[in-house]
């Protein structure tokens, strides 16, 4: 995006200052000029005190501001990368849970299963979940990740997050689960960090502070190199993702709330509606770990206002969240080889 030469000004002296002052004493309190920040009581994190996600804008004036803000985050929370996890002896305590399509995004799972398998600190597992016509991760995928395919009987079936989501869960073995998209590498503390809140007594914990959003080249040579090093500036830096993205329940939670709504067929909304009736547990909303993700073509009708995801999250939001747990835990979901009934394909007229 280009901007205007008032626009620069204007963020040059009322950003970069800000900018500057946070960037030296503390990074996870950069924001916006006119938003606020809610500090953790322990001083941990921040929750953001507005609804929707935001970009920052001084990032998107100044690009170079948004690399030196990735660069001193990941410097205090390293993003590596490794083959195959450390050994570790037991169970799993924590479920990394991914939900897959699609050859293009193959690259983008590889990079993101590297940056799991370099976890520390806790005793974990991951599960992809290709939903798919016909398998084409089975052989594809490292001996230490688990594997589920849920066929669709339909090739015109629209992703269904929800349903990869719900089915990875049903078979997880850790006790708490993230439930990550196939595109977000993670620091090597996440999945520990993740697990001391849980073992604090939260049922529900997004810890992302920012995430980074990188070039088309970026990304391509971060997955092609597995290194961090001199590169083009994030394209956008994204605020209160809430649900989205990657978001950490306890297993036991999740089962509770009805996981997430399968009639959410197509991109979008799943996950705010998710994060809604999570709001009945015992929530840590405070960010402060950095998430990079991969560059990848924009998902279909996601700028669409008439898209049918959206509208479905709208309808659900005016049903109190209570009424809906009681409607999803009535009925099964998460079935490995039944797709979501609700899914029709559209009359054309």
Known sequence: MRHTFKQQLAALVLDVPRFEWALRADWREVRNRNEHLDPSGDGRGVSCKWQWTSDLHVASVFPNLGRRLMARAIEDWPIDFADRPA???????????????????????FATLATIAAQRGVRFECVVVEQSEESELRDRL?????????????????????WALNAGAMIAHGKVLILHDNDMLVPQAYAAEVWARAAGGYEVMNLKRFIFYLTPEHSRILAENRKFGDADAPE???????????????????????????SFIGWGGEDNEFWERAQTRRVWRYGYLPIVHLW????????????????RQIERSAVPPERRIRELTARPFGDPVRAPVEWREPQTT
Not at 245 to 253: P, Q
Not at 298 to 310: F, I, M, S, V, W
């Open 87 to 109: 050994e570790t002896a037991g169970d799993a305590q924590v479920s990394f849970v991914i939900g897959h399509r699609g050859r293009e995004r193959m690259p983008h799972l």
């Open 142 to 162: 490292p001996a230490w990740v688990r594997y589920l395919h849920t066929p669709i009987y339909d090739p015109k079936m629209p992703y269904c997050r929800s």
């Open 236 to 262: 956008v830096v994204v605020q209160n993702l809430e649900a989205g993205g990657s978001v950490a329940i306890t297993r036991d939670a999740c089962m509770a709330i009805g996981g997430y709504d399968e």
């Open 296 to 311: 990848h073509r924009a998902q279909p009708r996601k700028q669409d206002p008439g898209n049918p995801t959206l509208r």
